[in-house]
């Protein structure tokens, strides 16, 4: 096993994280973390429920309902009646939240483009192979 595996995947994660939270703060988006993986995750996934984001973040029903709750008051988010389900509603985007996440995925874009470079396509097709291989065995 690689001990130094551990201290490069956090570095690395952590490095990432803190550079868009700086970009996203510089250019005065006011988001924390968590929103910006629901801004991503209800922008991906049509249908998008607050089970569903519950189970996809895996974090207990009431964190999520005060998240939304939250989203909701700064106007990223809004909520419709599920016509399949009357006991959820549908999550969607509102036009702020939308601009908001197109604003956050330039500057995500940029930050991961400057991650690639002087890297191989080959490269970054491995190292995505082997986090999703790795992500699996966690998720088993």
């Known amino acids: 096993m690689y001990q130094e595996m551990?201290?490069?995947?956090?570095?690395?994660?952590?490095?990432?994280?803190s550079l868009v939270l700086k970009a996203i703060r510089e250019v005065g988006i006011d988001v924390v973390p968590m929103e910006i993986q629901?801004?991503?995750?209800?922008?991906?996934?049509?249908?998008c429920t607050a089970a569903l984001m519950s189970e996809k973040m895996?974090?207990?029903k009431g964190q999520i309902a005060r998240l939304?709750?939250?989203m909701i008051e700064k106007g990223l988010i809004d909520k419709s009646p599920n016509p399949k389900d009357t006991r959820s509603h549908l999550l969607q985007l509102t036009t702020q939240?939308?601009?908001i996440l197109s604003r956050m995925l330039e500057i995500e874009n940029a930050i991961i483009e400057k991650m690639?470079?002087?890297?191989?396509?080959?490269q970054i097709?491995?190292?995505?192979?082997?986090a999703l291989a790795m992500t699996?065995?966690?998720k088993e």
């Open 116 to 122: 690639q470079s002087n890297i191989t396509h080959e």
């Open 58 to 60: 895996e974090r207990d």
């Open 136 to 138: 699996k065995n966690l």
């Open 6 to 17: 551990p201290d490069t995947f956090l570095a690395l994660t952590f490095k990432f994280k």
């Open 125 to 130: 097709a491995k190292f995505n192979d082997v």
């Open 68 to 70: 939304i709750r939250e």
């Open 38 to 47: 629901s801004l991503h995750l209800i922008n991906r996934i049509e249908g």
């Open 97 to 99: 939240g939308q601009a």
